[in-house]
Each structure stands twice: as C-alpha cells, then as structure tokens.
C-alpha cells in the first residue's frame, strides 16, 4: 500500500510539472517578441514631449494659428488683422476654430502628460520625475480651464488605463482646487537627493535644476491662486503668502523652451511655423499695442516691432524699418475693401494709412517670431507683477513698488533670451523705469499701472494675457471693437466655445455640461467662466 501512494504521488508530481512546463511554454509562445512595456519606455523622453507640446501642436492650421492668433490675441489688441479669418478681431462666430485648443491639446499635450504621470506613479527611481510630471499636468489643464471653463478633468487621457472614452466635464471649482493642491505637493515633494531628470529641457542644464523646479513650481502656484482674485480673495492671498520668497528671483530662473529647426516639426517655434505657412500678411501689432508703447518711449518698441514687406529676390522682406518713429499699429475691428464704410479702412481711416499703404503696418518683429525663437512660459517678471498685485490688493507678499520695479526692469531685460539682436541693456531699462515709477495714488491707479506693464511683457503668450486681463478686472483699460456681424454685443470676449465635435465623440457629457452652462450664460464668447466674476 505504501509503494502505491509513493507511485500515485510521484505520477501527481509528473503531471504537475509537465502542465507547469506546457504554461510556460504557451506564455513563451504567445508573448509578443516586439512588443513595448512600460518598463522598457525612459519617460524622461516623454517629459520632453510634454514641454514642447505646453508651447503649441504643430499642426498645419492648427490652434496656435486659428485660436491664440485668431482669437485671443486679437481679444487683449496685441494683434489686429485686415482679413475676416482673424475673427478675434472683430468678435465674429467661428466655433471651429475656437474649439480648436480644445481638441489639439487633448491629444497632443494632455495624452502625454497623463502617460508620464502614469509610467512615474509610484517609482522611487522617478520620484522627482514624477512630480515634474504633475506640475506640467496641471500648466496644460490650467490653460485649457481657463480659456474654456469646465472641461473635463480628472477623467481626461484615461482610455487606456481605464477605458473612460468619453470624459465628464468637471466643474472649473473643482478643478482650480485640485491644481492647486497638486502643484503645491509636487513642488513640495521635490527632492535634492532624488533624480534629476534628463529630459528636462528647461532646467536640465542648470547646477540646481531641482532647486530651479521649486521656484518654477511656486511662480506657477502664485499665477494659479491670483486667478482667484475676483471670486476667492482668501484662498489667493493664503497661497500667496505660502509662495513669498520661493518664487523665482531673477531672469535666469525664467522658463523657457529653445525651439531648434530639425526634422521633427516639434521642435520649431509655432508661432512663426503656423503664422509663416499660413497668411503672415493678414495679422499686425495693433495701434493700442503701439500707441502704448510709443506714448511710454518704451525700448522694447524696436525689438518687438517692424515695418516689413515686399521681396527682394523672392525673400522677405524688400523692406524693413524697426525705428520707433515708424511704427504704425493697425486700428482693431477693421478691414481693407470691406462694404461696410464704417470698418472699412480705405474709406474711413485713408488719411491716417501709412504711406506704404497696408504694408506699412507694424509686424511682430522676426527676433520674436522666428522658427528658432524660444518661448518663455513663465517668467520672474509676470511672477513680480502678480506680487505687486497681491500687495496692493491684500497687503500681502512684499511691497507692491519694490515687486513693481523688479518687474519693470527683469520685463524689459528678459528679451535678451530672443538673442543679441532682441538684447536691452540694463541702463535703459533703468531709465524707462525712472520714467515710470510706480505711482499708486489710489489702489485702482497701482494696480492699473501694474497690469498694463503685464500685458506689455505677456505678448506672445497670449493665453495668458488674456487671463490676466479678466483676472486683473479687465486691465488695461481696452476700448472694445463693435463690427458689423459681431457675437459680442460689442463686447471683448470672455471664454471660447467648445468644439463641434464635442457633439460627436462625447455627446451625453457635452449635453451635461451645456445645460449647466445655459444658467449662467450657455456656450458662448459672451459667458464668464467661473473665476471671471
């Protein structure tokens, strides 16, 4: 008896090891030799990918071009444009191309943030990586909220980890809340012993990149909670004192992302690549954009603009003239050969065309928009003026002259990063800044004369020039345009529309959210989003 239990146990052993053997060679046998895991992947490529993308999709008639040219940089008149495609201008529907942020982003900045997000989570190798990750997260869904209002959120880029196809839209509360949490822990979670990641393309060069991605992450909070200023005051001023002296201290902390010409569309600048392939002669700096400067003998005036047009042996232009005296700002809300004689420039404004006719315009000067220009993201100027409005508004975070002059002279200075051709120098920046002191007789007198000097250094980041004008409580003054046809009521814009395809790809949550937004407004330009209040 003892033999057959010995024989029955050995038989079930055999048996045991050979369907062991069978497993494992039907595993071997239906694993995909070529297949990518996620421990193969380095993310800190993937961080790269999300920096470039924070700066615009390079898609040929794209978001950069139909959305922060089209629309909102006509919005805040750092732009105007002769043509009716730059509906901005003249506050006309064209809901194509104001959602069109909305789609571009969702696929080309947000899918990759949350993949880094996802491939970091939880690996200690990755730990700084990691929160990198969820502060560039939180930049990308901040810019998006805040052209759009609520948007979806914490559902977003999960397809594939959660098989969530069609996102909900999250209340824009709720959102701000959760982004200020994140990057408050990410920047606080941030460690000199850790790794330093080497797909940085914004502080990787530096000596002290983590201490570098503390100072950005903070900039960063500040700019968050200041969008509070209108509708949760105590929430801003309590994370304004949170990030006094930790945000960034000089140009040399400034953000910003070199764009190089190589054979990955990516990397050029998309500004000029989506201006340049499209129509660079419909869009000129706007005459409220000049004339400011010009009234304020500002030195940045013949760096940022020039006349230019014609060719000369079939390169642009024939023509150039950057001196001050020559700039000319096109009038916002107008059109060359329209019907209308009360917009039409040839008829109503003929005396005061530039010789040159409509080429006589001022452009955006080629040291700024160039395929290899860089963008600045987030600098210590805009950081210095959002103290020195907390300190006029609240008291809190410093001296709202001393935040003032910082900002004054680091606005003027930053332009160096655009090369040698674009560089001021510190003595004139000095004198632009004795010229214009800061001079608050009342409180709405300092913080006017602050927000001005923002939207003066903001050009070429017009997403953000656009939120800080509503956040500020609409400064600079700007006259708005009331052209024939407009959607405004005469009135500058206030948020973008969604995107038609909304209706088609997510139609139950578009529905949702569009019956919320039809008791504050509905879907329109005209709708504030909830911090614009």
């Given at each position: 008896m ?6 029955l146990?050995?038989?079930?052993a055999f048996?045991?090891v ?5 497993k ?12 990518i895991?996620?421990?193969?992947v ?7 990918t999300v920096?470039l ?12 071009w139909?959305?922060?040219?089209g ?6 008149q ?44 939880n ?26 209002g609520d ?5 977003a880029?999960l ?6 196809y069609t ?7 709720v ?6 949490k994140?990057v408050?822990?990410a ?6 012993t850790?790794?330093?990641?080497t797909g ?20 960063l909070l500040?700019r968050?909670a ?11 001023q ?5 990030v ?38 419909d869009?000129?700096l ?23 047009y ?8 024939k023509?150039?003239?950057?001196k001050?005296?020559?700039?000319f ?8 050969g329209?019907?209308n004689?009360a917009?039409?420039?040839?008829s109503?404004a003929k ?11 001022s452009?955006?000067?080629d ?8 963008s ?7 950081t ?6 907390a300190?006029q508004?609240?008291g ?12 004054v002279?680091?606005?003027?200075t ?12 510190t ?8 010229a ?11 913080l ?19 939120a ?13 345009t009331n ?25 139950t ?10 008791l504050t407004?509905?879907?329109k ?9």
């Amino acid at each position: 008896m003892k033999f057959k239990n010995i024989y029955l146990i050995a038989t079930v052993a055999f048996i045991m090891v050979a369907a062991g053997s069978c497993k494992k060679e039907l595993a071997r046998v239906n694993t995909n030799p070529d297949q990518i895991t996620a421990d193969q992947v380095n993310p800190n490529l993937l961080l790269t990918t999300v920096q470039l993308q924070y700066t615009g999709a390079p898609t040929e008639g794209g978001s950069v071009w139909v959305t922060k040219w089209g629309a909102v940089g006509c919005f805040v008149q750092h732009v105007a444009s002769t043509g009716g495609f730059y509906y901005g201008d003249k506050y006309l529907n064209n809901i194509s191309a104001m959602g069109e942020t909305f789609q571009d982003n969702y696929t080309s900045a947000v899918q990759p943030a949350i993949e880094l997000y996802q491939l970091t989570a939880n690996k200690p190798q990755y730990r700084n990586l990691h929160q990198m990750a969820r502060i560039m997260k939180a930049m990308i869904f901040e810019q998006l909220t805040d052209l759009y209002g609520d948007i979806p959120y914490f559902q977003a880029g999960l397809g594939y980890y959660d098989r969530i196809y069609t996102p909900v839209y999250d209340n824009q509360k709720v959102i701000y809340d959760d982004l200020l949490k994140e990057v408050s822990q990410a920047t606080d979670s941030l460690s000199a012993t850790a790794d330093n990641p080497t797909g940085d393309i914004l502080y990787s060069q530096s000596s002290n990149q983590i201490g570098e991605w503390k100072m950005f992450g903070n900039s960063l909070l500040l700019r968050m909670a200041m969008r509070l200023t209108k509708i949760d005051a105590p929430t801003a001023q309590k994370y304004v004192a949170q990030v006094a002296g930790k945000t960034m201290q000089s140009n040399a902390d400034n953000a910003i992302i070199q764009h190089v010409l190589s054979a990955n569309s990516l990397t050029v600048n998309q500004d000029a690549a989506q201006i340049f392939s499209q129509d660079s002669t419909d869009v000129r700096l706007s005459s409220t954009f000049i004339s400011n400067m010009k009234k304020m003998n500002d030195p940045r005036l013949p760096v940022v603009a020039w006349v230019a047009y014609g060719l000369k042996n079939r390169v642009f232009p024939k023509f150039a003239d950057n001196k001050p005296k020559d700039q000319f700002g096109l009038p916002p809300g107008y059109i060359i050969g329209g019907l209308n004689p009360a917009i039409n420039l040839d008829s109503v404004a003929k005396d005061s065309l530039p010789k040159q006719g409509l080429g006589g315009y001022s452009r955006i000067s080629d040291n700024l928009l160039s395929i290899t220009a860089p963008s600045l993201i987030l600098t210590y100027a805009e950081t210095e003026f959002l103290l020195a409005d907390a300190a006029q508004r609240w008291g809190v975070g410093g001296v709202a002259a001393t935040h003032y002059n910082n900002g004054v002279l680091a606005a003027i200075t930053q332009l160096s990063a655009y090369g040698s051709a674009a560089t001021i120098s510190t003595e004139d920046a000095q004198a632009y800044l004795t010229a214009h002191p800061y001079k608050a007789p009342t409180p709405a007198a300092g913080l006017s004369q602050i927000n001005m000097q923002y939207w003066l250094c903001s050009l070429m980041d017009e997403y953000e020039a656009w939120a800080n004008w509503r956040r500020s409580g609409d400064l600079p003054f700007l006259t708005p345009t009331n052209y024939p046809g407009n959607v405004s009521q005469g009135t500058i814009p206030r948020r973008l529309t969604y995107p038609p395809s909304q209706k088609v790809t997510n139609l139950t949550n578009y529905n949702a959210e569009i019956a919320i937004l039809s008791l504050t407004g509905g879907d329109k330009i005209t709708t504030h989003v909830w911090w614009d209040k």
